[in-house]
T-cell receptor, first 110, second 111 residues
Framework: RKEVEQDPGPFNVPEGATVAFNCTYS??????FFWYRQDCRKEPKLLMS?????NEDGRFTAQLNRASQYISLLIRDSKLSDSATYLC???????????WGAGTKLIIKP | DVKVTQSSRYLVKRTGEKVFLECVQD?????MFWYRQDPGLGLRLIYF???????EKGDIPEGYSVSREKKERFSLILESASTNQTSMYLCASSVGTDTQYFGPGTRLTVL
């Protein structure tokens, strides 16, 4: 089993719709969680950290479910510019080492 | 503005060649990382460094070495390139466990 698993997609979603992705992780001791965004042929960039209480940044909401060991990302009122690959990231046992999911590809259609 | 630069965007080498990939950050970050990214596998950590002259193996260090002589520069070396090292190589830097900032990547093809 991979340490961090994501549905690779692609998710094809009409503009304006709401879309959600889940990501599962295997290490129950993990303490820090992140969502990064990677545009086609570009480098990953931090989208948001995921806190235990859940957090929201504009149209984006991230939630953590420790009991079931998954994190989620919800995008409301999706825009064409949201088309990208979304990478789920979990801090590993080392304080420096991040464990990366393979990413979920999102395509927003007009 | 945060900046991580990598020496080449695209590189083509032959099997057996020694390859140097360089990464420079201007944010005075202690930590620097080298990853490779392959379709369906996500980012895999090759090596990281948390201080000058310090290095730690990541998940897939075989066939690679690194050098960090100055805080701002972290080099990845392929001692004898092989075709299975064809990949996208991404360098990143960070402060502690905070956000990792990435360079634009080097797409290496080994023939």
């Amino acid at each position: 089993r991979k340490e961090v698993e994501q549905d690779p997609g692609p998710f094809n979603v009409p503009e304006g719709a709401t879309v959600a992705f889940n990501c599962t992780y295997s290490n129950s001791a993990s303490q820090s969680f992140f969502w990064y965004r990677q545009d086609c042929r570009k480098e990953p960039k931090l989208l948001m950290s995921v806190y235990s209480s859940g957090n929201e940044d504009g149209r984006f909401t991230a939630q953590l479910n420790r009991a079931s060991q998954y994190i989620s990302l919800l995008i409301r009122d999706s825009k064409l510019s949201d088309s990208a690959t979304y990478l789920c990231v979990v801090l590993g046992d080392s304080n420096y080492q991040l464990i990366w999911g393979a990413g979920t590809k999102l395509i927003i259609k007009p | 503005d945060v900046k991580v630069t990598q020496s080449s965007r695209y590189l083509v080498k032959r099997t057996g060649e020694k390859v140097f990939l360089e990464c420079v950050q201007d944010m005075d970050h202690e930590n620097m990382f080298w990853y490779r990214q392959d379709p369906g596998l996500g980012l895999r950590l090759i090596y990281f460094s948390y201080d000058v002259k310090m290095k730690e193996k990541g998940d897939i260090p075989e066939g690679y070495s690194v050098s960090r002589e100055k805080k701002e520069r972290f080099s990845l070396i392929l001692e004898s390139a092989s075709t299975n090292q064809t990949s996208m190589y991404l360098c990143a830097s960070s402060v502690g466990t905070d956000t990792q900032y990435f360079g634009p990547g080097t797409r290496l093809t080994v023939l």
